[in-house]
T-cell receptor, first 115, second 112 residues
Framework: KAGVTQTPRYLIKTRGQQVTLSCSPISGHRSVSWYQQTPGQGLQFLFEYFSETQRNKGNFPGRFSGRQFSNSRSEMNVSTLELGDSALYLC??????????????FGAGTRLSVL | DQQVKQNSPSLSVQEGRISILNCDYTNSMFDYFLWYKKYPAEGPTFLISISSIKDKNEDGRFTVFLNKSAKHLSLHIVPSQPGDSAVYFCAARWEYGNKLVFGAGTILRVKS
């Protein structure tokens, strides 16, 4: 069974630009969550999509947005990039149903550098 | 506010001995607690989880203990192996949503 696939693995952008990251979840998983990892803040929850709807949202500005397609693939967009957006962006997939063990399976991440 | 805390930034253990990683939490609205291992340039890998209504879960060399009254959990690795050297994250899932809250991580070094 294929794991979670994130593309691209690395990105370099300049301030003010926008960026789109992609995530393909494990087959059969309907929930996709996004996390930001930085040295200072650790792993922080951005948002979760389930069946094409945003179900949970973290404390990030509106410049961070996402969407999910009917095949469960998800994209995350960051507009008007700032230097502080440089981070590892991780996507995690799970069944997303209640009663599960809360296990989320992570991709390798996209390393975004904002210059 | 840090709802999940890992107060030890690093831990060094001799191969074959026990590694104990600790985690504290402040919120009672978590229904599952999970441990992940992370190598550089890779995403976190799920290790083991425990329900908030249990006090112990075991899987091979890994055992997680939960003390709800103290809001504390620990991961025991026995015996420790050099390949266990990685960053270990404690995470907690909100009871009413599929959101994980992570601790800052503990770097485990297993010396051979």
């Amino acid at each position: 069974k294929a794991g979670v696939t994130q593309t691209p693995r690395y990105l370099i952008k300049t301030r003010g630009q926008q960026v789109t990251l992609s995530c393909s979840p494990i087959s059969g998983h309907r929930s996709v969550s996004w996390y930001q990892q930085t040295p200072g803040q650790g792993l922080q929850f951005l948002f979760e999509y389930f069946s094409e709807t945003q179900r949970n949202k973290g404390n990030f500005p509106g410049r961070f947005s996402g969407r999910q397609f009917s095949n469960s693939r998800s994209e995350m967009n960051v507009s008007t990039l700032e230097l502080g957006d440089s981070a590892l962006y991780l996507c995690a997939s799970s069944l997303g149903t209640s009663g599960g063990q809360g296990i989320q399976y992570f991709g390798a991440g996209t390393r975004l550098s904002v210059l | 506010d840090q709802q999940v805390k890992q107060n030890s930034p690093s831990l060094s253990v001799q191969e074959g001995r026990i590694s104990i990683l600790n985690c504290d939490y402040t919120n009672s609205m978590f229904d599952y607690f999970l441990w992940y291992k992370k190598y550089p340039a890779e995403g976190p890998t799920f290790l083991i989880s425990i329900s908030s209504i249990k006090d112990k879960n075991e899987d091979g060399r890994f055992t997680v203990f939960l003390n709800k009254s103290a809001k504390h959990l620990s991961l025991h690795i026995v015996p420790s192996q050099p390949g266990d050297s990685a960053v270990y994250f404690c995470a907690a899932r909100w009871e009413y949503g599929n959101k994980l809250v992570f601790g800052a991580g503990t770097i485990l070094r297993v010396k051979s």
